[in-house]
């Protein structure tokens, strides 16, 4: 997902550090600090002319979520759209502009983005101050020092305010952000240091504002809790300090979402594979019955299934490697035993190898290739798909066959002479009644045939149809896994058989 915005500058520097620019939107002129790529637009540059800030995360598309989140979910979506009335870009882009000028309008908001400390022990020190005054995103001046990495002012403030230290934004996109939230995602590992040390939770604050759930076009998925934001990030260290400060390794967001649910979903798969195994040696730690990658989400799927199922081979990869067991090795030859619980579809509705075929996702068929579903799925073909795929032929070019000569020795009889008056009209033979069709011993052999295509027809469509309602038509057609184009042709036949003994015995 490539998330564009375009305005009005006077300065910009760097091109990956940030830029400083200057938005103008209506009578209101704001100076922004992005960080991002800045570009020249396609019309050229001038005095005041355009550029182009390109932001760009990756995201995979939304899975199902339980019945009370997704009602909970819809519900806060449509009275956030009510009371905007707007489209969702627009809408952000007030909202950060808005924010942007609320920081230079309010003085401690002010003084803590320019990190001035002097400023903010004099404001804290007036009456006049009022130190939980809100934002355009529901932000305190502490989310505000923190946003910016100013270590000092954020000091300043959780000296001269700490109440302000677990003081969660209040507004519906960034619903329940804390600063703590915002310095791991920063990866500033003293900012973290100070937030912990001085009271800061990190195990109960939730992110439920909007602008974080998993939804289309959403820009970031980083689960609800503040060590989901931190695996996320990928430091180590700072993923370590936040499980010391007494983090569970076992949260789950309202998907039901694991840290390790919420690792196989990010981009950056090397560095969420880091942090799944640091976590998982955490939680190890603690003795659970059942491990971390085993625990489900509201889906019933687990880390490794949901990996599977997104095609992160990868993270599969890596989740089956964790699992395998080296029995011999021996100069360039190795022995490894592998663990097919989850992979095998005999004693599990969901397997691997179900969510393969029923994905959405085309990378998902590469886990195919992956050791040990390919030696598995080759198994299985020689064992037991090839016999039944040649027995499913057979049957189906006996079946064919049959609808064919029924087809070719249709009952017919001659014309009569005035059947017709025209003399283009060359007719020389016409349908025989229904009576008339089973008469001969001929006529008996071709009506069996007719039954067994009018019960083969019945057959197809009944087991065609459970397969079709259990996944989706949109699927079932269009992926050619589970059915594809050949089904299409296959479900029409059966239909037009039906329709055509109907029609015959209507006649």
Known sequence: MTYNRTAKYRHFTGKDGPAVCSFKHGNVTVDLQVFGECRPASDGLTDTGLFTIVNKVTMSPSLARSAPSELNHWWTQLRFRLQNKKGWNEMLDETFLLHTKNINDIPLFYAAKTNSVGCIKKLLSSSSTNIFERGALGETALHVAVMNDNMDAAVALMEGAPELINEPMTSDLFQGVTPLHIAVVNQNINLVHQLISRGGDAATPRVTGLYFRKRIGGLLYYGEHVLSFAACAGNEDIISMVIDAGASTRVQDYRGNTVLHIL??????TTACQAMDLIMSRDAELDHPLPLDMVPNYRGLTTFKLAAKEGNTVAFQHLVNKRKIVQ?????????????????????DMSVLELIVGSHQREARRILEVTPVRQLVSLKWNLYGKHY????????????GTFT?????????????????????????????LKESYQTHKDSLRLVGEIISVLGALVILLLEIPDIIRVGAKRYFGQTALGGPFHVILISYACLVVLLCVFRVCQ
């Open 264 to 269: 196989v979903l990010q981009p950056n798969k």
């Open 328 to 348: 011999w090795s021996l100069g360039p030859l190795t022995s490894n035993l592998f663990d097919l619980t989850e992979i095998d579809s005999w004693a599990d």
């Open 389 to 400: 795929f040649r027995l499913l032929m057979l049957l189906y070019l006996l079946y064919i």
């Open 405 to 433: 000569l029924c087809c070719s020795y249709r009952p017919l009889k001659a014309a009569p002479e005035n059947y017709t008056q025209s003399d283009m009209d060359k007719t020389i033979k016409v349908q025989k009644t």
